[in-house]
């Protein structure tokens, strides 16, 4: 029982349940090792009271906790410290050192807190203030969800980058009165080759990948001469051939062969002399990135000298803080120097296409997405070994939908160890991901609350599940957010615990509904009750609303059952083929039968670009505050991006976006595309007979034009593609996979 008691303040739980009604004890050997983890030895009897004890003395000893959170409007400092001894003097600071009144709760923000009594006892602690509830978003908007590097142009140089997401969000924005692009995340990753392709298992959550810059727009570009000019414009050369490749059908996105041309030009763009006022604004750059981008561009020089794995480096080198290190970074200054320099022209990129957003008149404009771990080989759990728990990786345990649990390979925050930082690399991390958002979408959500952590060695169905400080973790997130002015949303799909999406939702932060998973089992409609599809009326307001998602079969593929078929081909159905295709026809047709119901699908209509339609109609008749669509869904694509479950038997994250037949569109081609305009045209409408006069008022006449100039010239695109005229022509059209776990491989 001390052992389950010791568990209990950690917040490590002892039991799980991965089904209503059952709940499966975790084994002695996951309890032990996951306090081992968080510093604490309970191999033992005798260490686990030793442990108890020194819990208790801590905590006895300890006037102000490492970190005390309150909510604008929801109780006072005194309440929140109220077991303090009454002599007790309490001081508030502000960030620039400024005393406030202690019973007085202050505006949102971070503040220094310091208690001292008459004993002469003293002690500091971190104050968050949260705000009491984010605004969410201006009225209900639409927009496209879109994996950037798919979305390439005849402009980028083989895959999607941030001059091609500035176009997205422009065109979108402009022309068809979208409020918002989600992309996926844009984290730096592990270095190849090969390079790991999935966006969910990055080197750094800090930093961004400057594979997705645009050479072209780097403004030292235009200054390029003599030799070094005719070497970029070889570059240019090779590049577009690349290109051409990957838009060929069945081929697929080289991410390395792509950086391996950016990195020789971004050489040849480092040799030109920043102006006065461009080195300006890279030395604030630097000052206000600190510690951080010193790290992180060391890491990436180390990584180039000794490898990716910081594991398998000299062991001086392990340690960021070592003498080595110093003497590594000092050597080689110069090389730091140049990853820090892409990291600036990076973010002054991501500026650059939020700003194209906003000019674009979107309510909210991009929409970054924030991956739950990182790669245990990266730059972040190199630098952040101090908040991170060795040997743990993150995963899910076993449900109803997979019997083996998850094992994700991402080692998780220690909480403790935040804890007593003032949660300073989180808050940190969220800042940074909002320095140029207008929305961020947080992968399992759930993470805020507790993670599954399954130790080194062991199979994720012996993990345990261990808790955080969600009033911390969320409020530190929303502080963050009100700053930035942005909206969050959580992706709270699969096995969620009570009272969890009551919470988001409480402080503003919406959910993530995906249609196939929205089912009525509490009895809510007229139909109620039996699981039977969700009538819209009854889906939450504060959701980003979808068909589907990149984790997920495209809205093609689940209409026909070719995704069952594909699964079927890769052996990762756990039934006869016949069985999962009559489950699977069953549930589309329930769908159909409701849409039919609800006049959203024509009597008789039964070709797939009307179903399509129709359930986009059906979002646009719920309540949810956004709605997205799959960019892929507007042209056909029949393939997921991701298909959970397989690593090298599919090509994931590396794919570009294709029409029905698999053949690849450029995103020149996609914005002249008759049959976007058309379902967006229907979302558009169903919004605004659903009482959203604002989305039709956005779009106003030139949406209706774009639609007919697109139809206009959607012919004559793929000789403008190849003639290297994209641009021109987009500037005439503006006239039932297991949702719990994130998207990794």
Same mark, same amino acid.
């Given at each position: 029982? !001390?052992?389950?008691?010791?568990? =209990?303040?950690?917040?490590?739980?002892?039991?799980?349940?991965?089904?209503?009604?059952?709940?499966?004890?975790?084994?002695?050997?996951?309890? %032990?090792?996951?306090?081992?983890?968080?510093?604490?030895?309970?191999?033992?009897?005798?260490? %686990?009271?030793?442990?108890?004890?020194?819990?208790?003395?801590?905590?006895?000893?300890?006037?102000?906790?490492?970190?005390?959170?309150?909510?604008?409007?929801?109780?006072?400092?005194?309440?929140?410290?109220?077991?303090?001894?009454? !002599?007790?003097?309490?001081?508030?600071?502000?960030?620039?050192?400024?005393?406030?009144?202690?019973?007085?709760?202050?505006?949102?923000?971070?503040?220094?807190?310091?208690?001292?009594?008459?004993?002469?006892?003293?002690?500091?602690?971190?104050?968050?203030?949260?705000?009491?509830?984010?605004?969410?978003?201006?009225?209900?908007?639409?927009?496209?969800?879109?994996?950037?590097?798919?979305?390439?142009?005849?402009?980028?140089?083989?895959?999607?980058?941030?001059?091609?997401?500035?176009?997205?969000?422009?065109?979108?924005?402009?022309?068809? =009165?979208?409020?918002? #692009?989600?992309?996926?995340?844009?984290?730096?990753?592990?270095?190849?080759?090969?390079?790991?392709?999935?966006?969910?298992?990055?080197?750094?959550?800090?930093?961004?990948?400057?594979?997705?810059?645009?050479?072209?727009?780097?403004?030292?570009?235009?200054?390029?001469?003599?030799?070094?000019?005719?070497?970029? $414009?070889?570059?240019?050369?090779?590049?577009?051939?690349?290109?051409?490749?990957?838009?060929?059908? $069945?081929?697929?996105?080289?991410?390395?062969?792509?950086?391996?041309?950016?990195?020789?030009?971004l050489e040849l763009l480092r040799e030109v002399p920043l102006s006065p006022g461009r080195r300006a604004a890279y030395v604030d750059f630097l000052a206000e990135q600190g510690q951080a981008l010193d790290d992180h561009a060391t890491w990436s020089t180390l990584a180039e000298l000794h490898g990716a794995d910081w594991h398998k480096w000299p062991a001086g080198l392990r340690d960021p803080r070592s003498p080595q290190v110093a003497r590594a970074r000092s050597e080689h200054m110069d090389r730091v120097d140049f990853h820090c320099w892409l990291s600036w022209l990076t973010d002054a990129q991501l500026g650059?296409?939020?700003?194209?957003?906003?000019?674009?008149?979107?309510?909210?404009?991009?929409?970054?997405?924030?991956? #739950?771990? %990182?790669?245990?080989?990266?730059?972040?759990?190199?630098?952040?070994?101090?908040?991170?728990?060795?040997?743990? *990786?993150?995963?899910?345990?076993?449900?109803?939908?997979?019997?083996? =649990?998850?094992?994700?390979?991402?080692?998780?925050?220690?909480?403790?160890?935040?804890?007593?930082?003032?949660?300073?690399?989180?808050?940190?991390?969220?800042?940074?991901?909002?320095?140029?958002?207008?929305?961020?979408?947080?992968?399992?959500?759930?993470?805020?609350?507790?993670?599954?952590?399954?130790?080194?060695?062991?199979?994720?169905?012996?993990?345990?599940?261990?808790?955080?400080?969600?009033?911390?973790?969320?409020?530190?997130?929303?502080?963050?957010?009100?700053?930035?002015?942005?909206?969050?949303?959580?992706e709270d799909l699969g096995t969620v615990e009570p009272g969890v999406r009551e919470e988001l939702a409480g402080r503003g932060i919406l959910g993530t509904s995906v249609m196939w998973f929205e089912r009525d089992y509490e009895g809510t409609g007229p139909e109620g009750g039996d699981g039977r599809p969700l009538l819209p009326e009854a889906w939450r307001e504060s959701c980003l609303a979808t068909v589907t998602t990149h984790d997920l079969p495209s809205t093609a593929a689940r209409l026909t059952g070719e995704h069952v078929e594909l699964r079927h081909r890769l052996g990762l159905l756990t039934r006869p083929?016949?069985?999962?295709?009559?489950?699977?026809?069953?549930?589309?047709?329930?769908?159909?039968?409701?849409? =039919?119901?609800?006049?959203?699908?024509?009597?008789?209509?039964?070709?797939?670009?009307?179903?399509?339609?129709? #359930?986009?109609?059906?979002?646009?008749?719920?309540?949810?505050?956004?709605?997205?669509?799959?960019?892929?869904?507007?042209?056909? !694509?029949?393939?997921?991006?991701?298909?959970?479950?397989?690593? !090298?038997?599919?090509?994931?994250?590396?794919?570009?976006?294709?029409?029905?037949?698999?053949?690849?569109?450029?995103?020149?081609?996609?914005?002249? *595309?008759?049959?976007?305009?058309?379902?967006?045209?229907?979302?558009?409408?169903?919004?605004?007979?659903?009482?959203?006069?604002?989305?039709?008022?956005?779009?106003?006449?030139?949406?209706?034009?774009?639609?007919?100039?697109?139809?206009?010239?959607?012919?004559?695109?793929?000789?403008?593609?190849?003639?290297?005229?994209?641009?021109?022509? #987009?500037?005439?059209?503006?006239?039932?996979?297991?949702?719990?776990?994130?998207?990794?491989?």
């Open positions: 029982m !001390d052992r389950v008691r010791l568990a =209990g303040l950690y917040g490590v739980d002892v039991t799980y349940r991965p089904a209503p009604g059952r709940e499966v004890p975790v084994p002695e050997e996951t309890v %032990v090792a996951v306090l081992a983890a968080l510093g604490v030895d309970a191999s033992t009897p005798s260490a %686990v009271k030793s442990a108890l004890t020194a819990y208790e003395t801590r905590r006895a000893n300890r006037l102000l906790p490492p970190c005390t959170v309150l909510r604008s409007g929801r109780g006072t400092l005194a309440q929140a410290l109220r077991a303090l001894p009454e !002599d007790t003097r309490l001081t508030v600071e502000t960030e620039t050192g400024e005393a406030l009144d202690p019973a007085v709760t202050p505006p949102p923000g971070r503040y220094a807190l310091r208690a001292a009594t008459a004993d002469g006892r003293t002690s500091r602690g971190d104050l968050i203030v949260a705000p009491e509830r984010l605004a969410g978003p201006t009225g209900r908007a639409f927009g496209f969800m879109a994996q950037l590097y798919s979305t390439l142009s005849q402009r980028s140089w083989g895959m999607g980058d941030l001059g091609d997401l500035a176009d997205l969000a422009a065109w979108s924005g402009r022309t068809l =009165g979208a409020g918002f #692009v989600q992309i996926n995340p844009l984290h730096a990753a592990v270095p190849g080759p090969p390079t790991d392709p999935s966006p969910y298992r990055p080197s750094s959550r800090r930093f961004p990948d400057p594979v997705y810059l645009r050479i072209e727009e780097v403004p030292e570009y235009a200054y390029l001469s003599g030799e070094a000019r005719e070497k970029a $414009d070889a570059l240019s050369r090779r590049a577009a051939a690349l290109r051409d490749t990957v838009l060929l059908k $069945d081929a697929l996105i080289d991410r390395d062969a792509v950086w391996a041309l950016k990195a020789e030009a650059a296409a939020q700003r194209s957003a906003r000019d674009a008149g979107m309510t909210i404009g991009v929409v970054h997405d924030l991956a #739950v771990g %990182v790669h245990p080989a990266g730059s972040d759990a190199w630098s952040m070994q101090h908040v991170l728990a060795t040997g743990m *990786s993150v995963g899910a345990p076993p449900d109803a939908f997979n019997s083996r =649990g998850q094992d994700w390979g991402l080692p998780p925050w220690r909480p403790d160890a935040l804890a007593a930082t003032g949660y300073a690399p989180y808050r940190d991390l969220i800042a940074r991901m909002l320095r140029h958002a207008g929305g961020l979408r947080i992968d399992h959500v759930m993470g805020l609350f507790r993670l599954w952590w399954v130790p080194e060695g062991r199979p994720p169905t012996e993990g345990a599940y261990v808790r955080y400080d969600a009033e911390a973790m969320l409020g530190l997130l929303a502080l963050e957010a009100h700053r930035a002015g942005a909206v969050v949303i959580g083929l016949a069985e999962a295709e009559a489950a699977d026809a069953a549930e589309v047709a329930e769908w159909l039968a409701l849409l =039919g119901r609800l006049g959203l699908l024509p009597e008789g209509a039964v070709d797939e670009e009307a179903v399509v339609k129709a #359930v986009h109609r059906f979002l646009a008749r719920t309540p949810a505050s956004m709605v997205g669509i799959w960019l892929p869904d507007t042209v056909g !694509d029949r393939r997921p991006q991701n298909l959970p479950g397989t690593w !090298d038997q599919y090509p994931n994250w590396r794919l570009p976006v294709a029409d029905a037949d698999g053949t690849p569109l450029t995103l020149d081609r996609i914005a002249v *595309s008759p049959r976007l305009y058309a379902l967006v045209d229907d979302v558009r409408q169903a919004m605004a007979e659903a009482g959203d006069t604002a989305v039709a008022a956005a779009a106003g006449s030139a949406a209706t034009a774009g639609t007919g100039a697109g139809a206009a010239v959607a012919a004559g695109a793929g000789a403008a593609d190849e003639a290297g005229s994209g641009p021109a022509v #987009v500037a005439g059209a503006g006239a039932a996979e297991h949702p719990e776990g994130p998207e990794h491989p």
